[in-house]
């Protein structure tokens, strides 16, 4: 198993980013998938998932800013975010929802002006 996420970079206020996270996990269309954000000196925190059946869930603080979508053909997580903000500033991780292991190296995110 193994997680590859990419897309992060610096950003000002307002923009947009998309995240991607290339899966190599035999049953990923069968997996309810995450991502997930850790902040400097913070815990890991979730941010959304998204079901197999497509069915997405969101923390408040990122909720009609942020979109998770999949491509279960390429076994490929997506996290579009728009209108970010500081505090989105973090490290972002996929993995499957509820795991503890496998997580990846990261993407960072930076958003400041």
């Known amino acids: 198993v193994q997680f590859v996420e990419s897309g992060g970079g610096l950003v000002q206020p307002g923009e947009s980013l998309r995240l991607s996270c290339a899966a190599s996990?035999?049953?990923?269309?069968?997996?309810?998938m995450a991502w997930y954000r850790q902040a400097p000196g913070k815990q890991r925190d979730w941010v959304a998932s998204?079901?197999?059946?497509?069915?997405?869930n969101y923390a408040d603080s990122v909720k009609g800013r942020f979109t998770i979508s999949r491509d279960n053909a390429e076994s490929t997580l997506y996290l579009q975010m728009y209108s970010l903000k500081p505090e989105d500033t973090a490290v972002y991780y996929c993995n499957v929802l509820g795991w503890n292991n496998y997580w990846g190296q990261g993407t960072q995110v930076t958003v400041s002006s």
């Open positions: 996990l035999s049953g990923f269309r069968f997996s309810t």
């Open positions: 998204i079901t197999e059946g497509g069915i997405t």
